[in-house]
């Protein structure tokens, strides 16, 4: 999960210092506003972190109304097939289904996958190759026809349309066919154009996965978005994101992009076909603002509910929130991981003892400041594995003292690896940081101040963020431009070892374009731990592979991790039932947020 994905993050936040050091000032007094103990606030706030990994105001939920968001950028595709940004995913299941989704509960439960389409979770069988759902009665399109097994597969089948529907996970499409045989529906000769043969539909209410090979995170595959089943004779191609033809409660009734978005009620759904979406309002609205301060304002006077994009208030909102409505603040743990990592295709980054100076030479507190401090940037990072995946051990795992011993920089330590490098005198390299991200910013300029202290010169240069692709993600631009050091972040696409670092340590993602391997780790041992894991089909083993995989990047000296990423994140006095989820990177659990009133 990019950052792109993580993202409709694109808030115009002030990075200035005097904003960083007022927001820690307020934290620290703990900021007191109308917040009123655990009772919650004055105004009907649900109280400070009262909807974190819990349900808030769980009884008060009422049907009817609208519920109103309000972010600072669209979807990069509402397309359930193009859609990667994590609060599309979110939003997506009021207007899709898939066979399975994340359970609608709290905290780390709503990692896990539980039926939605189908009766039940998948039958396993041929040692893991083979999965059969039934579908449950009563499950209908947004016209009142059936959904069939034949327009699940139709969905995934899209996933093989890169040419024409390129944005999305593609996972699938590696999974079922890895030598790349099917052509996709666009291209499918067969009359139906259910021409892929890794999934059967021997009847309307039986779909059967054939995988090659054995990949015990295949259902969690499925519960992404992009499993959605789409109908055939609905599909607008590249224009499907326009308006997409609805499986779930709520249908698009009009959608101006980068403007705004309203989804109604479908009358056809029903609520005995659905055991995963309540359903409370009556409408749901989405305002898209260019200006993340006045997105903030209007979320704090109440104008709207959620932020769609939940990446936490920009400096100047959360210090109004954290001073005056702490009640509707909640500071999750967001599940993804900011990070610095060294490009071995630079010199003198393809020497460990390098790396590993720059990670004893850095100055991890002041890092961590420069994201935000501990309430809003998150707890100083250890290490490359987030806390939502199984096998995480958090700070506990510090190979290189980053919160102890080393938190402030090691300049004594540092310089013994740099002798070890061949450069005893330091060196010069470039930091690569994205022009639309203040943060990366005060990063790179607080990583550049410590590691002065050892004689490691950095030179930031700054690129346009949207060109990320072809700027850090070319390993031969990376060369060209002498990019040593890349700032970045990552969070899963699924809450396992593979669904989070697979394309970021595995040499078969090293890609020519859109490389997110930026180390360029090419390691036999990571390659051979996650093959293993794809075949082992016990959570205790696929844990300890995992925590295996992390020390071995950790050991390599890739990355230096900044902070495991928390926000703030607003909630309004309206909502009920809301808590986080690590389903959704500690977003707010979209799907079944309820109105106290529906006045």
């Not at 330091?426 to 930091?431: A, D, E, L, P, Y």
């Not at 990423?565 to 909502?575: D, G, Q, T, V, Y």
């Amino acid at each position: 999960m990019t950052t792109q994905r993580t993202s409709g993050r694109r808030k115009q936040a002030m990075a200035a210092a005097a904003v960083v050091a007022a927001l820690l000032t307020t934290a620290a007094c703990g900021g007191g506003g109308t917040d009123n103990g655990n009772g919650g606030a004055k105004n009907g706030a649900a109280g400070f972190d009262a909807a974190n990994n819990k349900v808030a105001q769980a009884d008060q939920a009422k049907k009817g109304g609208t519920l109103k968001f309000a972010s600072s950028q669209d979807a990069d595709s509402w397309d359930t097939t193009r859609g990667y940004y994590g609060f599309m995913w979110n939003f997506s299941r009021y207007y899709s289904r898939q066979l399975v989704t994340n359970k609608t509960e709290p905290g780390s439960a709503g990692a896990e996958v539980t039926p939605d389409l189908a009766s039940g979770l998948a039958k396993v069988s041929d040692d893991g190759k083979t999965y059969t759902y039934t579908l449950r009665d009563g499950i209908t399109w947004e016209d009142g026809k059936p959904i069939t097994s034949k327009d699940v597969k139709y969905g995934i089948e899209r996933v093989w349309a890169q040419d024409v529907l390129s944005g999305g996970p593609t996972y699938l499409k590696e999974v079922l066919d890895p030598k790349g045989e099917y052509k996709g529906p666009y291209k499918d000769k067969s009359k139906d154009k259910l021409g892929l043969k890794a999934v059967e539909t021997p009847d309307d209410k039986t779909i059967v996965f054939h995988l090659p090979k054995a990949n015990s995170d295949f259902e969690e595959m499925l519960a992404l978005t992009s499993a959605s089943p789409v109908r055939q004779d609905k599909d607008t191609k590249s224009k499907y994101g326009l308006h997409p033809f609805s499986s779930g409660p709520y249908k698009f009734e009009s959608y101006n992009p980068g403007k705004d978005l309203t989804l109604v009620r479908n009358t056809e759904w029903k609520q005995e076909s659905d055991p995963v979406r309540k359903a409370y309002p009556d409408k749901i609205t989405v305002k898209f603002f260019t200006n993340a301060n006045e997105l903030d304002a209007r979320l704090i006077a109440g104008d709207y509910d959620l932020d769609l994009a939940q990446t936490g208030l920009s400096p100047q909102g959360r210090t109004t929130a954290l001073k005056e409505h702490k009640g509707n603040l909640d500071n999750p743990v967001s599940g993804y991981i900011r990070y610095a990592t060294f490009a071995q295709n630079v010199k003198p980054l393809d020497n460990i003892h390098c790396r590993k100076a720059l990670i004893l030479g850095a100055d991890h507190v002041s890092l961590q400041n420069a994201r935000g401090g501990p309430i809003a940037g998150g707890d100083i990072g250890t290490n490359m594995l987030p806390p939502s995946v199984p096998g995480s051990e958090g700070q506990k795992y510090d190979p290189y003292e980053i919160a102890g011993a080393n938190k402030k920089g090691n300049v004594a330590k540092a310089k013994e690896e740099l002798k070890a490098c061949g450069k005893p005198e330091g060196f010069k390299t470039t930091v690569a940081v994205r022009n639309n991200k203040p943060v990366e910013v005060a990063t790179a300029e607080s990583l550049q101040a410590s590691l002065k202290k050892i004689g490691v010169n950095l030179e930031i240069e700054q690129y346009d963020g949207s060109q990320y692709a072809s700027v850090v993600g070319s390993p031969s631009n990376v060369e060209k431009k002498g990019y040593g050091v890349i700032i970045m972040g990552w969070g899963p696409d699924f809450p396992s070892v593979q669904g989070y670092g697979l394309p970021l340590w595995h040499s078969d993602y090293i890609l020519e374009s859109a490389n997110n391997n930026f180390a360029l780790i090419d390691d036999k041992d990571i390659d051979g731990l996650f093959d293993r894991y794809v075949k082992t089909l016990d959570d205790a083993g696929k844990t300890e592979i995992a925590k295996e995989i992390n020390h071995k990047v950790m050991e390599g000296g890739y990355y230096l991790p900044f902070v495991f990423e928390k926000f703030i994140n607003w909630r309004s006095n309206r909502l009920a039932n809301v808590y986080t989820t690590d389903g959704y990177s500690g977003q707010y659990d979209f799907v079944n947020v309820g109105l106290k009133s529906t006045k």
